[in-house]
């Protein structure tokens, strides 16, 4: 949640205990919560249109030429592909390239 959207909040008394065993540092990556044993990373650009929403989410600068260049781990092929068509036009899935193929097998199932 962004906290600088949330318009109000209320103390309850009900509380939650994490289990004894969590442990916060083995899910953090990159300082967000992440769980995978992959250590596979995919790498989108968006343009000037999509790349300031991406750093108001995110954080980070934008390139000189207004766009941002974006690297993630990967734990599911379908996120990275769900991630890129979620901004259309608007961003370009440069690597790994197998799922370069794997994002124009799910576009020509859509043009289908």
Do not use: C, M, N
Not at 36 to 45: A, C, G, L, M, N
Request: aromatic share 8%; charged share 35%.
């Amino acid at each position: 949640f962004r906290l600088d959207r949330v318009r109000g909040v209320e103390g309850l008394e009900e509380r939650f205990t994490p289990p004894a065993d969590f442990d916060l540092e083995a899910i953090l990556r990159d300082g967000r919560p992440f769980a995978s044993e992959v250590q596979e990373r995919v790498t989108i650009r968006y343009s000037g249109r999509a790349a300031r929403w991406v750093v108001e989410d995110e954080g980070g600068a934008l390139d000189p030429d207004g766009r941002i260049v974006r690297e993630y781990p990967l734990g599911d092929p379908d996120w990275a592909v769900r991630q890129v068509l979620r901004w259309g036009g608007d961003a370009e899935l440069l690597a790994p390239s197998d799922l370069r193929a794997l994002l124009a097998a799910r576009l020509a199932r859509l043009q289908a």
